[in-house]
Every structure is written in C-alpha cells, then in structure tokens.
C-alpha cells in the first residue's frame, strides 16, 4: 500500500512517529514528492528504520541527485509525463537500472495501459499503475 503525504503529514509523523504504528507496518510505503523530501529529509533520514519512503513523481529539474542516491527510498512512482519524456532516451534504462540494483522499486501512474512486460523489464519498470486522469497525487 503507498500512502502519499503532504509536508504536513509528514511533519506530524516526524514529530510523532509512535502515534503511526499502522504505517510502520511491512506493506505500507510512504509516498513523498521531491519538495518535502528536501525540506525534511535530515528528519527523515532519522525514521527510516520503522518507515518505508517512495519518492512521488522522480525530481524536478535542477534536483540534487546526491540527495536522492543518499537516502534509502525502497520505491519510486514515475508520473506519465517524466516516463512519456525520457523512455525512448539511451540513458534511461541505465537510469533505472541504478535503482533495480539497490533493489528500488519503480512504479509508473499512467492513463495509457501497461507496455508488454518485455518493455517492463527490458526498463526496469516493477509496476503500472493505470489511473483515470493524469496529474499528481498532490493536484
């Protein structure tokens, strides 16, 4: 299950992680955009040990990425339009194959179905998550 978070969220769940034991549980991930994760990621880096952090919607760009390689995020969740952006890119599933290797997870939320599972693997993808609208979870 991934919960995404506003930044007021998770400040509570920083300030009190003991009030959260039902998302300390195994199959809960936290979801949190790039902009919280930057303003609290030194607290965050502090809870990682009880909570599991996905990154919502990759980085804008201009984001540091020594930040995002520091931190022990277990997932990512791509939005449709960074995938539909970069997918054809050389680089891309070298990208992603960075985060298999240290066993990140990496989810895509997009209007459009799922590629054939060759195309999954062949990127690196883990899921598809087909919405009925485009945007983040945060509009």
Not at 33 to 40: A, Q, S
Not at 82 to 107: H, W
């Amino acid at each position: 299950m991934i919960i995404p978070l506003s930044l007021q969220q998770i400040k509570q769940i920083i300030a009190t992680p003991e009030q959260y034991p039902f998302w300390q549980q195994p199959h809960v991930r936290l979801a949190i955009n790039y902009e919280i994760f930057k303003e609290c990621r030194l607290a965050l880096a502090e809870i990682t040990d009880v909570f599991s952090f996905w990154l919502l919607d990759f980085a804008p760009p201009g984001a540091d990425w020594r930040l995002i390689e520091s931190f022990p995020f277990t997932g990512i969740a791509l939005n449709e339009a960074f995938f539909n952006a970069n997918y054809q890119k050389f680089t891309f599933p070298f990208l992603l194959s960075t985060f298999a290797e240290r066993e990140i997870k990496v989810i895509v939320r997009s209007t459009q179905p799922a590629p054939p599972a060759e195309v999954m693997k062949a990127l690196h993808i883990a899921g598809w998550q087909q919405q009925g609208r485009a945007g983040s979870l945060f509009s």
